[in-house]
């Protein structure tokens, strides 16, 4: 049954992949930041009562890890209030709201993959922000919190993955951490879980939703290269202590997607939605 859905941050990577594959089986709503200030109470409200969807779909953040730690309120505003004002308005017009979270709301002290049952520990200001973000949203009933890691794809694809195959293609040595595991997600396969998550009515809640298995990036970089036919690129592997980053991140941050699973929705391994995006962008 096709449903009014509101994408709000729809002019980022994923809300425009979002807005676009969503077109063909609903209506669709798509404002990007000069559409909808998601931090103004007021425009929120008024917004949400004048559409009245019956989906809201948020893909509004602050992403700049580092940057977080020098300007907290960007972050808080963007990832923690704004949810918030979007579960008040969702609850008032009795809205469905999917947002989206990430694997730094974990502290990567593990060596298995984290599933939603693991408790929260966050290590920074973007994570901290992210994970009262989601607090905020399990406040309204009708809601799917859904933690994304290391999303790639789109048209503004600017992402680490992007980064090592211009790396690759210019010939030029990649430097890719081994000593960072993670499960990438692939901004179709996150779309199309979504959408599944919603017409089939699956339990609101939380999810993991990324690409299944996980991996470290220097192996993803050394699969980048084979998918490319240069099996002998320079990859250099180095450690995340060596890199001189800002903020900590989780160094074991690979997740669980049994529970989506379990949710009838099954995602690509990260190698198959490596394969299908490098084959999309050559």
Known sequence: MRQLVLVVGAGGQLGQVMAAQLADRHEIVALDRSGLDVTSAPAVRAVINEVCPDVIVNCSAYTNVDGAE???????????????????????????????????????????????????????????????????????????????????????????????????????????????????SYVDDVVEATASLVERHAAFGLYHCVNSGWTNWAELAREAARLLGRPQAPIEAVKMADAGLTARRPQFAALSNARLLAAGVAMPTWQQALARYIASVN
Do not use: C
């Open 70 to 184: 020098t300007d907290p309120l960007q972050a808080f505003n963007a990832n923690s209030w704004a949810p918030r004002l979007l579960a008040r308005a969702a609850s008032e017009i009795d809205a469905t709201l999917v947002h989206f979270s990430t694997d730094f709301v974990f502290d990567g002290e593990t060596d298995r993959p984290y599933d939603e049952d693991d408790p929260p520990n966050p290590r920074g200001t973007y994570a901290m922000s992210k994970l009262l973000g989601e607090w905020f949203v399990a406040e309204t009933p009708r809601h799917y919190v859904l933690r994304v890691e290391s999303l790639f794809g789109g048209s503004r694809a600017k992402s680490s993955i992007d980064w090592i195959l211009k790396g690759l293609r210019a010939g030029t040595s990649v430097r890719a951490f081994v000593d960072r595991a993670v499960s990438p």
